[in-house]
């Protein structure tokens, strides 16, 4: 099991004629490279098609596949949130891939961002009895009613990547280290600007934060602030906006053009007498995108602004490339959906899974296992945990195309693999 994502992956991106040459060496990583190639062309086009047909795609959407049946013929439900923000499409696809590689037969819905149709898409994979779920909520807080339908029919429940409110219904959480991504960043524009040792020189930052609706998005956006707010307590770090507080620069539904309408208004208003703009924390990728758009579009500077990002997305790495993107944090979801697969057979095997899933797994990447961060308000759940990295124009060769997890063109631009 060990290094079988990498190995999908590296499969998948090399030429075709290799595939068989990868399976070969063992049958796990046989039909995972041959479905990881399909996955992948299908989040390609799933990533470049219009919003449109994502949501008419997504409103149709259930899939059920796979009639390999060495898990017992046992189904998972999978609930991701849209098509539209980039990751989910990867989410799906790894998701689905590997479940449907240890023999389950896996139903996949997207719900175009609408948390009602989330809560339909769930009634129906509960109507199907699905033998477990894996939800990545639209509004954390929105779901327990349905959740607890779920557990009524006894169908366990893991919560992906975003933590689900008020339901005991969850038995576990699959995620990155939230907090740490927001620490990132803002180390990262701490270490850009040198602040520990500007002196009297002062620099000017604005933040832009996640979708209220999403409980990582209050993680992110503290990790981050926790970091800058000292600075901005001693002076160094000035907010010409005034707007510090999560409720001020959050953003609904990370959506890309509200975040670079809010930034537009934010250049007008405070930017536009030729005051420098040296920072912009953002959250995730999405609303990076709008804020670079803003700033091309409505900042009279002209120098270098400093922007983080999240994810990984395609836009966002060819803006890293091209210099208008300063870094992203990268989470590797091919390794989260591993996890989900891994501690699901346990789940369904009738164990409790605790720290011990990490030594007997053999991943080749890190985890932790953390039973006090995360309380959904019935009490903590407790939570596998990977490991986001840091990525910039310099190291994105090493740490996204050399593992496996993008393909660079001839251009220097990178496309993500499955
Ligand atoms: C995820 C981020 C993502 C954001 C918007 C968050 O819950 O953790 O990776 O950028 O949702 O899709």
Not at 18 to 44: H, I, N, P
Not at 101 to 113: C, H, I, P, Q, R
Not at 270 to 289: E, F, K, R, W
Request: proline content about 2%; glycine content about 8%; charged content about 20%.
């Amino acid at each position: 099991m060990k290094k079988r994502i990498v190995s999908t992956l590296l499969c998948t991106a090399m030429a075709a004629s290799l595939f068989a040459g990868c399976g070969s060496t063992a049958s796990t990583s046989t039909s995972a490279s041959g479905s990881s190639s399909s996955a992948s062309s299908a989040a390609k086009e799933e990533s470049t098609s219009s919003a449109s047909s994502e949501a008419a795609d997504e409103s149709a959407e259930t899939e059920a596949t796979s009639d390999t049946a060495s898990a017992g013929g046992q189904t998972i439900g999978i609930s991701m949130p849209t098509k539209s923000l980039e990751r989910w499409n990867r989410d799906g696809s790894y998701l689905q891939d590997q479940f449907e590689k240890a023999g389950y037969k896996v139903e996949l819905t997207y719900s175009d961002n609408k948390s009602a149709q989330q809560n339909n898409d769930i009634e129906g994979l509960i109507a199907d009895k699905v033998d477990l779920l894996v939800v990545a909520a639209i509004d954390g807080e929105a779901l327990s009613q349905v959740l607890n339908e779920a557990k009524d029919a006894g169908i366990p429940v893991i919560a992906y990547d975003r933590l689900i409110m008020n339901t005991d219904a969850i038995s576990y959480y699959v995620s990155f280290d939230n907090y740490t991504v927001g620490k990132l960043q803002g180390e990262f524009v701490a270490k850009q600007l040198d602040l520990d040792n500007a002196g009297d020189k002062t620099y000017n930052i604005e933040f832009t934060a996640g979708d209220p609706a999403d409980n990582n998005a209050t993680f992110f956006f503290n990790g981050a602030m926790d970091v800058l707010k000292p600075y901005i307590d001693k002076g160094t770090l000035k907010v010409p906006s005034g707007q510090t507080e999560f409720d001020q620069v959050a953003t609904a539904q990370w959506d890309t053009s509200t975040a670079m309408k809010r930034f537009q208004n934010i250049l007008g208003s405070y930017y536009s007498d030729g005051t420098q703009l040296d920072a912009a924390v953002c959250s995730n990728d999405s609303t990076a995108l709008g804020v670079t758009q803003a700033i091309e579009s409505d900042y009279a500077g002209n120098n270098n602004v400093i922007i983080t990002g999240q994810d990984g997305d395609e836009a966002n790495l060819a803006n890293i490339v091209d210099g208008k993107q300063t870094m992203t944090v990268y989470k590797a979801v091919a390794n989260e959906a591993v996890v989900t697969l891994d501690l699901a057979e346990a789940m369904l095997n009738g164990e409790k899974p605790d720290d011990s899933l990490i030594s007997k797994s053999g991943w080749d990447f890190d985890c932790s296992y953390d039973t006090s961060s995360y309380d959904n308000g019935t009490g903590v759940i407790p939570s596998y945990l990977l490991v986001p990295t840091v990525v910039t124009k310099d190291n994105m060769d090493k740490e996204l195309v050399d593992p496996g997890y993008y393909t660079k063109d001839d251009k220097g631009y990178l496309h993500p693999v499955g």
